[in-house]
């Protein structure tokens, strides 16, 4: 691995509206020793070209294009080839405020190599606030996350020197709360940022804000990828239930 290079895990489809704002918020970070890779899940629109065109005039946004076969496999893709001591995700709608890169590897050399920050929630179009921002709380376990995913995907900051490469299950939903609970199999707690260093998109068509569509995800999630019980799925589906409620309220 090159020392201190940070692996950016990006997946792409149809993202022509807003992936050249994503790409130039990572390009405006102060710290500059990064890879960006994108990989194309067969868009259908013009983003696959707009990416190209970024990737020429800049060596660091790395492109790689793979059939239509969802969000966790085109994070894997990039995963597979990540070659830095730290590897971030950001979607292709979400941004970073440019101190995103420098503060998070300052904050995980007093963690045990898993980081993530607080973040604004901005309506897609004006980027106006729409909610609240998400402040996290300053410590996540396993248990935690199993209950309310507090770790979101453009924040989430791991150091694979330390605690290895590991790759997403390929499910449709909840991919990116599997991977977080690899990682925290491994250590006590993921570390949490108080400071907003990002802004999520809120999108009329998310999946995460809409809990009746992720009912039947949730539960096969805990069923057959953690392999928990009957018992504690129908408890943790409460507690999740009654968290996401608060979450967007």
């Known amino acids: 691995m090159i020392k201190e290079l940070v692996s950016i895990i990006t997946p792409s489809y149809n993202s022509s509206k807003f992936i050249e704002e994503t790409i130039a918020s990572v390009q405006a970070q102060t710290y500059s020793h990064w890879e960006m890779l994108i990989t194309d899940d067969g868009s259908t629109d013009n983003s696959f070209e707009i990416i190209k065109e970024i990737c020429k005039k800049d060596s660091r946004v790395k492109l790689f294009s ?147 569509k992720l009912l039947k995800p949730q539960w096969y999630f805990y069923r057959h990828v953690e392999n928990l019980s009957f018992v504690t799925s129908v408890y943790l589906m409460i507690v999740w239930g009654y968290r996401g409620f608060k979450k967007y309220s």
């Open 66 to 212: 793979i059939k239509n076969a969802g969000p966790a496999v085109a994070r894997n893709n990039s995963i597979k080839h990540a070659k830095g001591k730290y590897v971030a995700f950001l979607d292709s709608d979400d941004l970073w405020m440019p101190e995103f890169l420098s503060t998070s590897i300052k904050f995980i050399t007093k963690s045990e190599g898993f980081i993530f920050s607080s973040y604004k929630r901005c309506n897609e179009i004006t980027l106006k606030e729409q909610y609240k921002d998400f402040i996290v709380p300053e410590n996540v376990t396993y248990m935690d996350i199993l209950k309310t995913n507090s770790i979101s995907c453009l924040t989430a900051f791991i150091d694979i020197e330390k605690l290895g490469k590991e790759f997403m299950p390929e499910v449709l939903y909840r991919q990116d709360m599997g991977l977080w609970l690899k990682y925290l199999k491994k250590i006590n707690y993921a570390k949490g940022i108080k400071e907003t260093l990002a802004i999520y998109r809120i999108r009329d068509n998310s999946h995460s804000r809409n809990k009746k």
